[in-house]
């Protein structure tokens, strides 16, 4: 058995975290391939290192002193150096960094030191090798993830090693510059270290105890979800209910590794598992998620369904404007096109303009106040009721519903509500299904 972990900003935050990291992982000694993020908040006013990193970045490009910044920084990997006790410094690197950055280093290089150092200290503490992510976790030039080779490389690198550390979020080009992956980016590098050792379980752990099947900001004390599948999580995270990088899943996908999202505050619990195929028998829904801040474009004449090419012309009027569209589903002679609300602001008349010159409704009109919510499930595929169940909880709640749409794969239903009724429709939705297991 081969467990790669990583452990997230949280969860290295401090000595006190180290420390929790340190018997998670000697608790298991499966666990033998770790990834580190850079120390996050340990507090919610604290600033995450890489944001520090990323400030000392901007003031040097305005010609202004980086120190503050720095200094704290450095302050932050002192105290944790200091307070677990261990004969490591990183006092030399520190000036040397110092330097790079005044001479004008990358915004990617900056970032990554965050990874960089953190590993290290963490590599110490463990006693385990470091292994640099640079010499084996390949860019292009473009910053763009060059997957094939990075497996190559990094299956040969670690295939040398027992166990290692590795620092997250970043890799190189081949001409050795740094790149680093979006924010949030360490979790891919877990996934992609998880795929090159052929783990049997990719294990990211960070600060909640899995996913909720709603959240927790709307719903009082949500239940977990024990498993939820690719497919389910997908359409999830889609609607903003997010524990990991969304690029973090294909690597261990492709490979059939599973992810078990752990908490390090809360070890014993055992998380969410996200597998390729799951039991269809444990209950109908796995999840709610939603998202404000969507618009819809409303049109409708009559004989619609005679016309030939009509969606064609209105997403081709939506795509000549750079409009991208969620939803788009359709009556016999009305039409509704769902957006998000950012694109159409200021374009409004222009695109109503262009509309009613490519299809001559007999009426078009905008709405600009929507929001949309998903009920995701595996246990919905052809199990009656589950549309009734969910329409009868918005119904006793009084909310009107402005459009549905169930994905062919029944995996999901949508709604489109009106933003003021986001909070109260989550929390009837989830009421609907409470009772399901
Ligand atoms: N430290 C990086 C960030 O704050 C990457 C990560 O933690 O995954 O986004």
């Given at each position: 058995?081969?467990k790669?972990?990583?452990?997230?900003?949280t969860?290295?935050a401090?000595?006190?975290?180290?420390?929790k990291?340190g018997?998670?992982?000697?608790?298991?000694k499966?666990?033998?391939?770790?990834?580190?993020?850079?120390?996050?908040?340990r507090?919610?006013?604290?600033i995450?290192?890489?944001?520090?990193?990323?400030?000392?970045?901007?003031?040097?490009?305005e010609?202004?002193?980086?120190?503050?910044?720095?200094g704290?920084?450095?302050?932050?990997?002192?105290?944790?150096?200091?307070?677990?006790?261990?004969?490591?410094s990183?006092?030399?690197d520190?000036?040397a960094?110092?330097?790079r950055?005044?001479?004008?280093?990358?915004?990617?290089?900056?970032?990554?030191?965050?990874?960089?150092f953190?590993?290290?200290?963490?590599?110490?503490?463990?006693?385990?090798?470091?292994?640099?992510?640079?010499?084996?976790?390949?860019f292009?030039?473009?910053?763009?993830?060059?997957?094939?080779?990075?497996?190559?490389r990094?299956?040969?690198?670690l295939?040398?090693?027992s166990?290692a550390?590795?620092?997250?979020?970043?890799?190189?080009?081949?001409?050795?510059?740094?790149?680093?992956?979006?924010?949030?980016?360490?979790?891919?590098?877990?996934?992609?270290?998880?795929?090159?050792?052929?783990?049997?379980?990719?294990?990211?752990?960070?600060?909640?105890?899995?996913?909720?099947?709603?959240?927790?900001?709307?719903?009082?004390?949500?239940?977990?979800?024990?498993?939820?599948?690719?497919?389910?999580?997908?359409e999830?995270?889609?609607?903003?209910?997010s524990?990991?990088?969304?690029?973090?899943?294909?690597?261990v996908r492709?490979?059939?590794?599973?992810?078990?999202?752990?908490?390090t505050?809360?070890?014993?619990?055992?998380?969410?598992?996200?597998?390729?195929?799951?039991?269809?028998?444990?209950?109908?829904?796995?999840?709610?998620?939603?998202?404000?801040?969507?618009?819809a474009?409303?049109?409708?004449k009559?004989?619609?369904?005679?016309?030939?090419?009509?969606?064609?012309r209105?997403?081709?009027?939506?795509?000549?404007?750079?409009?991208?569209?969620?939803?788009?589903?359709?009556?016999?002679?009305?039409?509704?096109?769902?957006?998000?609300?950012?694109?159409?602001?200021?374009?409004?008349?222009?695109?109503?303009?262009?509309?009613?010159?490519?299809?001559?409704?007999?009426h078009?009109h905008?709405?600009?106040?929507?929001?949309?919510?998903?009920?995701?499930?595996?246990?919905?595929?052809?199990?009656?009721?589950?549309?009734?169940?969910?329409?009868?909880?918005?119904?006793?709640?009084n909310?009107n519903?402005?459009?549905?749409?169930?994905?062919?794969?029944?995996l999901?239903?949508?709604?489109a509500?009106?933003?003021?009724?986001?909070?109260?429709?989550?929390?009837?939705?989830?009421?609907?299904?409470?009772?399901?297991?």
């Amino acid at each position: 058995m081969l467990k790669v972990v990583k452990f997230g900003g949280t969860s290295l935050a401090s000595a006190t975290q180290f420390r929790k990291v340190g018997e998670i992982i000697r608790g298991d000694k499966n666990r033998r391939f770790v990834v580190a993020s850079a120390p996050g908040k340990r507090f919610s006013s604290d600033i995450k290192v890489t944001d520090l990193l990323l400030s000392c970045y901007r003031l040097v490009r305005e010609g202004e002193s980086f120190e503050e910044p720095f200094g704290q920084i450095c302050d932050r990997f002192r105290e944790i150096i200091k307070e677990l006790g261990i004969d490591f410094s990183l006092e030399k690197d520190f000036a040397a960094f110092h330097e790079r950055i005044r001479k004008g280093a990358s915004e990617a290089y900056i970032a990554s030191r965050g990874e960089h150092f953190n590993s290290r200290i963490l590599a110490a503490y463990l006693g385990y090798p470091f292994v640099e992510s640079a010499e084996a976790i390949l860019f292009d030039e473009k910053g763009r993830l060059l997957e094939e080779e990075t497996n190559e490389r990094l299956g040969a690198k670690l295939s040398q090693y027992s166990c290692a550390v590795l620092p997250g979020f970043y890799g190189a080009t081949e001409f050795g510059d740094i790149r680093i992956f979006s924010r949030g980016g360490s979790d891919i590098t877990g996934s992609l270290v998880a795929r090159a050792v052929k783990a049997d379980i990719y294990e990211n752990w960070t600060d909640v105890s899995g996913l909720l099947m709603a959240d927790p900001r709307i719903v009082e004390n949500p239940r977990s979800m024990e498993v939820v599948t690719y497919r389910e999580l997908r359409e999830l995270s889609y609607m903003g209910a997010s524990v990991l990088h969304e690029d973090a899943i294909f690597p261990v996908r492709r490979e059939g590794i599973p992810i078990n999202i752990r908490n390090t505050d809360e070890p014993d619990h055992i998380g969410t598992m996200i597998v390729e195929r799951a039991d269809k028998s444990v209950g109908i829904v796995t999840g709610i998620a939603g998202k404000k801040g969507f618009g819809a474009i409303y049109i409708e004449k009559s004989m619609m369904n005679n016309e030939l090419g009509f969606g064609r012309r209105v997403l081709s009027v939506l795509e000549e404007k750079g409009i991208s569209f969620e939803h788009f589903p359709s009556g016999i002679d009305t039409m509704t096109v769902v957006v998000d609300r950012a694109a159409l602001f200021g374009h409004e008349n222009e695109l109503i303009h262009a509309l009613q010159k490519a299809v001559q409704p007999d009426h078009i009109h905008l709405v600009e106040d929507l929001c949309l919510i998903a009920v995701v499930g595996r246990g919905m595929m052809g199990n009656p009721g589950t549309a009734a169940r969910l329409f009868t909880g918005l119904a006793k709640e009084n909310i009107n519903i402005r459009m549905i749409d169930q994905g062919s794969s029944e995996l999901n239903i949508i709604v489109a509500l009106e933003e003021k009724d986001y909070e109260k429709a989550i929390r009837a939705i989830y009421e609907a299904f409470a009772d399901q297991v």
